[in-house]
């Protein structure tokens, strides 16, 4: 019997920004700001309300998750003077 896993992606954004895109296959992503400042921006619009940035509270991890056969997208997560943690898979 063949054991199947699931992989992971991780990676730490300083002072940088991570966006996420369709093609990337992202079904679950964490975010941690672990130092400094951090936001994270949906493209989603609600009526006529276009989302907006959210500013990360340090050491308080969040989370996005699709059950749909579609990936995750339009979300960006920007570090622009700090230091976030990322968990990702597909």
Known sequence: MAIIGQ????T????????ITAEQGIRSISVLLI????????NLT???TAS???NLA????????????????????EAPAGTV???ARQ
């Open 35 to 42: 130092s400094g400042a951090g936001t994270v921006t949906g």
């Open 85 to 87: 943690q990322i968990i």
């Open 12 to 19: 730490e954004l300083v002072n940088s920004t991570f966006n």
């Open 7 to 10: 992989k992971m992606f991780t």
């Open 52 to 54: 907006s940035a959210l």
């Open 58 to 77: 340090l050491n308080t991890p969040i989370t996005f998750e699709t059950d749909s056969p579609t990936s995750l997208v339009g979300i960006s997560i």
């Open 46 to 48: 609600v009526g006529a």
